[in-house]
């Protein structure tokens, strides 16, 4: 089956320590996506990338980091600089990266700060 | 920019009663209307999305959303609650002028289903 897959499911880190977060797909998407979840805020755009070799930041980038080597992989790593990282994080692709494309999303990567 | 706000961050109805979960927006151009759905501790998935054409749009589940223009909304209805509907439940906007990565998601709607 086609999809999305996340890893780690759990995650814990120490202040001052930077974490990658693994996302893979096998639906030949274009455009992959993070996204941060908070209670009670919605999704939140870390970063996208709609072609190999190249990323764009989103509304929250900071602290965040990303690359895009292949088409089926576009890891994201949460460095020391992010202040609050604790949080959901949600990786997502489409198609093409247009308008009116429906998300896939994976089952999510939770990361919390001790 | 487009925004979108979901009135009610928690609704509960009892199970067999029709569910009502309401959505406004806002656009300077024609929007692109979503709704997903997110089990606990999963990731979203698509329930019902309205780009062009039909206004009444039906999606999994036995949910469906209609588009008014006129008052701005994509309410989701159902009309019989199952148990298995208990999820929270995101409206998103997007506008056809641009990609993806401008869709924006609301706060979320916990909808709790009672027995």
């Known amino acids: 089956d086609g999809g999305i897959t996340q890893s780690p499911k759990y995650l814990f880190r120490k202040e001052g320590q930077n974490v990658t977060l693994s996302c893979e797909q096998n639906l030949n998407h274009d455009a992959m996506y993070w996204y941060r979840q908070d209670p009670g805020q919605g999704l939140r755009l870390i970063y996208y990338?709609?072609?190999?070799?190249?990323?764009q930041k989103g509304d929250i980038a900071e602290g965040y980091s990303v690359s895009r080597e292949k088409k089926e992989s576009f890891p994201l790593t949460v460095t020391s600089a992010q202040k609050n990282p604790t949080a959901f994080y949600l990786c997502?692709?489409?198609?093409?990266?247009?308008?009116?494309?429906?998300?896939?999303f994976g089952e999510g990567s939770r990361l919390t700060v001790l | 920019a487009q925004s979108v706000t979901q009135l009610g961050s928690h609704v509960s109805v009892s199970e067999g009663a029709l569910v009502l979960l309401r959505c406004n927006y806002s656009?300077?151009?024609?929007?692109?209307l979503f709704w997903y759905v997110q089990y606990p501790n999963q990731g979203l998935q698509l329930l019902l999305k309205y780009t062009t054409g039909a206004t009444l749009v039906k999606g999994i589940n036995g949910f469906e959303a209609e588009f008014k223009k006129s008052e701005t909304s994509f309410h989701l209805t159902k009309p019989s609650a199952h148990m298995s509907d208990a999820a929270e439940y995101f409206c998103a906007v997007s506008e056809s002028n641009f990609g993806n990565e401008k869709l924006t998601f609301g706060t979320g709607t916990r909808l709790t289903i009672i027995p």
């Open positions: 997502a692709s489409t198609r093409y990266g247009l308008a009116g494309e429906e998300l896939f």
């Open positions: 656009s300077s151009v024609p929007p692109y």
């Open positions: 990338s709609q072609i190999v070799n190249d990323f």
